[in-house]
T-cell receptor
Framework: KAGVTQTPRYLIKTRGQQVTLSCSPISGHRSVSWYQQTPGQGLQFLFEYFSETQRNKGNFPGRFSGRQFSNSRSEMNVSTLELGDSALYLC????????????FGEGSWLTVV | DAKTTQPTSMDCAEGRAANLPCNHSTISGNEYVYWYRQIHSQGPQYIIHGLKNNETNEMASLIITEDRKSSTLILPHATLRDTAVYYCIVRVAGGAQKLVFGQGTRLTINP
């Protein structure tokens, strides 16, 4: 059974640009959530989507956005990139119901120069 | 979600049992204890979770105290590949698919 797949794995962007990251959840999973990991702040929750609707949102500026498609695949977008956005961005998926397990992808490494 | 407290780092000899403690004194009755680990900044890997009873799977055992205020993750025969950061997370048993990560315990398995 395929795991959570994230693309691209590595990318470099310039300040001011925007970036879109993609996530394909485990088959059958309807919930997709996103996390940012930096050395200074650790792993932080960005947002969660379930059935194409944002269900939870972390404490991040509006430059960070996401969406989910009808096939449960998800994308997150960061606009007007800042140097501090350099991080590992992790996608996780689950069935989306109480008590079920959340599984993570390998992440997308974003470097902003 | 309840806050957890873990030691910053631990060492264990290869082949011995690694016992990782976690305090979650403010845990509520409907909150699960989850353990994940992260190796070399890969994605966190799910290990095990439990509510009240002790749990065991092919990777580890989870011992939860009767008052549920603390727990211990046990890796029965640690190998070098178990070197990682281990996160203990308390998560409410509701619809929110959100994990609140602390700093975790950096476990080093020594040959």
């Amino acid at each position: 059974k395929a795991g959570v797949t994230q693309t691209p794995r590595y990318l470099i962007k310039t300040r001011g640009q925007q970036v879109t990251l993609s996530c394909s959840p485990i088959s059958g999973h309807r919930s997709v959530s996103w996390y940012q990991q930096t050395p200074g702040q650790g792993l932080q929750f960005l947002f969660e989507y379930f059935s194409e609707t944002q269900r939870n949102k972390g404490n991040f500026p509006g430059r960070f956005s996401g969406r989910q498609f009808s096939n449960s695949r998800s994308e997150m977008n960061v606009s007007t990139l800042e140097l501090g956005d350099s991080a590992l961005y992790l996608c996780a998926s689950s069935f989306g119901t109480a008590g079920n397990t959340i599984y993570f992808g390998e992440g997308s490494w974003l470097t902003v120069v | 979600d309840a806050k957890t407290t873990q030691p910053t780092s631990m060492d264990c000899a290869e082949g011995r049992a690694a016992n990782l403690p976690c305090n979650h004194s403010t845990i509520s009755g409907n909150e699960y204890v989850y353990w994940y680990r992260q190796i070399h900044s890969q994605g966190p890997q799910y290990i095990i979770h439990g509510l009240k009873n002790n749990e065991t799977n092919e990777m580890a055992s989870l011992i939860i105290t009767e008052d549920r205020k603390s727990s211990t993750l046990i890796l029965p025969h640690a190998t070098l590949r178990d070197t990682a950061v281990y996160y203990c997370i308390v998560r409410v048993a509701g619809g929110a698919q959100k994990l609140v990560f602390g700093q975790g315990t950096r476990l080093t398995i020594n040959p």
